[in-house]
């Protein structure tokens, strides 16, 4: 008896679905057929809704279109921080489109400008350098840094490690196409003169001069020993291990030496500015959402539009039809 009834119930509730699929596809069958009456009554309107949506979508697409705009630079003399900040600073304004701010620190035309962001140039050796070490130590170092972290990408980008890279790139995101005088010479500009580093500067350009000077006066000592030995190898037939060894320090000395004069040389052209500039990239096309759609959804937000409009007529006569029928019946 108790299968009977299950088997009832099993049969009764197949029934009841299969009335419901039927009334979900005769619901969307007439609503499918509803807007196809819609769109015959409407048709003069909603074609001329497409053309002006297409027609103000185009517009958009070449007006309104984003570009990138790429600084590489060096932030010298510890102001990796404060660059960082500035940056955050500039980009606060331009979310406030505080002109005036802009204009002031010497952008020009700064209603252009919609996102100014920075971040490092990932340069993993960076990470692990070490003056001290040869090139197979510092292969090994980073062998044993990936191995031991699992994250290693989420290592090297985190904000506490990244800022400690010598590289940077600043990309200014503009509404149209832009020049370099624009962008690059203002932001520079307005990047070095601060005060405080303007000093340290000074300081760090005297120290860095002093360094060469003395670091020349070794090469030439280092030279000097390498001679009187060459001239008392000639003199002597033997060589003893610990001549051998003590050369071999000599020299190794010597080219750590010369490796750090080829770094101070390079510093001598970067230590010129604050924020020293690297190179710089102009007009890189945008990717975006929206970018070179507009042309597409400008016609279908309009005829939306129109849509609810005409929904929201008909239920506010509904409405009042229905307000009247029951003033009438009291």
């Given amino acids: 008896m108790a299968n009977t009834t299950s088997a009832d119930n099993q049969d009764l509730d197949l029934r009841q679905l299969s009335k419901k699929l039927k009334n979900y596809f005769s619901r969307f069958g007439d609503s499918f057929f509803d807007a196809i009456l819609f769109m015959k009554r409407n048709i003069v309107i909603v074609t001329i809704l497409l053309v002006t949506g297409v027609a103000l979508g185009i517009y958009k697409d070449q007006t309104s279109k984003l570009y990138e705009n790429k600084i590489f630079v060096i932030p010298n003399f510890g102001s990796v921080d404060y660059l960082y900040?500035?940056?955050?600073?500039?980009?606060?304004?331009?979310?406030?489109?505080?002109?005036?701010?802009?204009?002031?620190?010497?952008?020009?035309?700064p209603e252009k400008?919609?996102?100014?962001?920075?971040?490092?140039?990932?340069?993993?050796y960076e990470f692990i350098e070490d003056k001290d070490v040869d090139e197979d130590d510092r292969k090994f170092q980073l062998f044993k840094l990936i191995s031991e972290n699992g994250d290693m990408k989420k290592i090297l980008e985190s904000p506490t490690t990244s800022r400690h890279y010598k590289n940077h790139v600043i990309t200014i995101t503009?509404?149209?196409?832009?020049?370099?005088?624009?962008?690059v010479g203002p932001l520079l500009e307005y990047f070095n003169k601060t005060p405080y580093f303007l000093k340290m500067k000074e300081e760090y350009v005297k120290n860095l001069n002093l360094k060469i000077a003395a670091n020349d006066t070794i090469l030439k000592?280092?030279?000097?020993?390498?001679?009187?030995?060459?001239?008392?190898?000639?003199?002597?037939?033997?060589?003893?291990?610990?001549?051998?060894?003590q050369l071999n320090e000599i020299l190794k000395f010597k080219n750590k030496i010369l490796?750090?004069?080829?770094?101070?040389?390079?510093?001598?052209?970067?230590?010129?500015?604050?924020?020293?500039?690297?190179?710089?990239?102009?007009?890189?096309?945008?990717?975006?959402?929206?970018?070179?759609?507009?042309?597409?959804?400008?016609?279908?937000?309009?005829?939306?539009?129109?849509?609810?409009?005409?929904?929201?007529?008909k239920y506010y006569k509904r409405q009042v039809e229905k307000r009247k029928t029951a003033a009438a019946a009291q």
């Avoid at 500039?90 to 005036?100: A, E, G, M, N, P």
Wanted: aromatic fraction near 10%; charge should be positive.
């Fill in 259 to 313: 490796k750090e004069q080829g770094q101070n040389r390079i510093d001598v052209v970067n230590f010129t500015s604050i924020v020293k500039e690297g190179g710089s990239m102009f007009n890189i096309t945008a990717k975006s959402i929206a970018g070179g759609k507009m042309k597409y959804i400008m016609p279908f937000l309009f005829i939306m539009i129109f849509v609810m409009i005409v929904r929201f007529r």
């Fill in 85 to 109: 900040e500035e940056v955050a600073n500039i980009s606060t304004k331009i979310r406030r489109q505080d002109t005036v701010f802009l204009e002031e620190s010497g952008l020009k035309n």
């Fill in 113 to 124: 400008f919609a996102k100014i962001e920075i971040e490092p140039v990932v340069e993993i």
């Fill in 221 to 245: 000592q280092i030279d000097a020993v390498l001679n009187d030995f060459s001239r008392s190898k000639k003199n002597s037939n033997t060589l003893y291990y610990n001549d051998n060894t």
């Fill in 174 to 183: 503009t509404v149209g196409k832009t020049k370099r005088s624009e962008i």
